[in-house]
């Protein structure tokens, strides 16, 4: 075993937290693949993205109060084991319904890393460094999706898109490995609580009654569901409708998630200095800028990749800076039932995107305006959130000062 605070251990859990950006980008490029394979259309192609995001997203609200219940590590092993599994099974799908169905088993497996992967910071780093932490592993993560369409593309070209889900059944593989054999268990003693539905319903509630998390979430869930516009539209706008081959995609898909790198470093390293909610602030209004500025010029049909790459990689630096802070704030206040807290937020956070790619997917009619449209609006939707959750501090503040409620004690 290794200490949990190593570089290792934090390289470890990067890792795991990237399972769900890898099964999502990695087989982008191969959507026009899968249309011709399956004789699917796009709405049939996109379900399987969709489905994905709804299974990621019910798994965690499961996920979270067993790790708390019964420890990360044993948890998190067996989603590893059921994501590998069910990552083989899918080489072998005959049909588009049946793939749909394994990327549902597979997103109940491989939601175990994210929402675990959060936990386990906010166990081992506590409540001021782990917005910290979580930036700079966003930025080691980003290196995973940055690759995964490039990788994915040329995998579909030489190999046919199953050798992309041979890929991620050896991802897998090596994650049950390194797990078992250098990861300690990082939940603090004591909070291994008997589960019951009661007092799961009655932690949930607890969250959703605390007004400064409900905000958190939502900041984190509508700049994450922009995020998720683009993936459920770009491959159809840039190979599709703009001509790009599926490996040049690849490389487009590459700057974008460099402006994702960009956001979290600038979090790493001002999340002390500025603090949580200053940088939200910024990052809010960033991502709302490259929101609508991508609209504007849909709106005004100028189409070049130009006009699609360049705004996203603004989103994305917005979206680099928001997420971290946002998932640090809203862990901060509950250290005894970090596990739940991750996983109503990741729920929700996932929710949100299925819904919101749903519709992208839905109408889209060939040109870049719905996901363009789509992505300003959750960029716009941040900064209100934003907004709302200053307006709510400014209010506790007041009341402090009159001697009413205590502040909520988030940083």
């Known amino acids: 075993m290794i200490s949990p605070k190593s570089l290792l251990a934090t390289g470890i859990i990067a890792s795991l937290v990237a399972i769900g950006p890898l099964s999502t980008d990695m087989y982008l490029p191969a959507f026009p693949a899968l249309m011709q394979s399956f004789d699917a259309d796009i709405n049939q192609v996109q379900h399987t993205l969709s489905i994905f995001l709804i299974g990621f997203a019910l ?55 994210p929402v675990l992967g959060r936990a386990m910071v906010r166990d081992i780093h506590g409540p001021r460094d782990s917005a910290r932490l979580l930036s700079y592993i966003g930025t080691a993560m980003a290196v995973a999706p940055a690759a995964a369409p490039i990788i994915g593309g040329y995998l579909t070209v030489w190999f046919g898109w199953q050798s992309i889900f041979l890929f991620l059944t050896a991802y897998g593989v090596v994650g049950v490995m390194l797990l078992g054999m250098r990861i300690p268990e990082t939940a603090p003693p004591g909070s291994h609580h008997i589960m019951t539905i009661g007092n799961l319903l009655k932690n949930y509630g607890i969250l959703l009654k605390h007004p400064t998390w409900r905000w958190y979430t939502l900041t984190c869930s509508f700049v994450f569901a922009g995020l998720f516009s683009f993936l459920s539209g770009s491959s159809f706008v840039i190979i599709d409708f703009l001509g790009f081959k599926e490996e040049q995609f690849g490389l487009f898909f590459a700057l974008v998630v460099g402006g ?27 991502a709302a800028t490259g929101g609508v500025s991508m609209l504007a010029f849909a709106l005004a049909e100028v189409h070049h990749v130009a006009v699609i790459v360049l705004p996203q990689m603004i989103y994305m630096i917005g979206v680099g800076i928001v997420m971290p802070q946002s998932m640090a704030g809203a862990l901060a206040p509950f250290p005894h039932m970090a596990g739940t807290a991750s996983a109503l937020l990741g729920f929700i956070q996932m929710s949100v995107a299925a819904g919101v790619g749903v519709l992208v997917g839905h109408y889209h009619d060939g040109s870049p305006l719905s996901m363009s449209l789509s992505i300003a609006l959750m960029g716009i939707f941040t900064l209100i959130s934003f907004l709302r959750l200053r307006r709510i501090d400014h209010e506790e503040e007041d009341d402090n000062e009159d001697g009413g409620v205590e502040p909520s004690g988030i940083l």
């Open 59 to 113: 798994a965690q609200l499961i996920y979270g109060p067993l790790s708390d219940r019964f420890g990360r590590k044993p948890v998190l092993m067996a989603g590893l084991l059921l994501f590998l599994l069910s990552s083989l099974a899918i080489v072998f799908a005959e049909s588009i319904a049946t793939l749909s169905s394994l990327r549902l088993l597979q997103a109940i497996g491989g939601s175990a890393g």
């Open 260 to 286: 994702f790198m960009i956001g979290t470093l600038i979090g790493g390293r001002l999340a002390r200095s500025v603090g949580i909610k200053r940088l939200l602030g910024y990052g809010s209004v960033v």
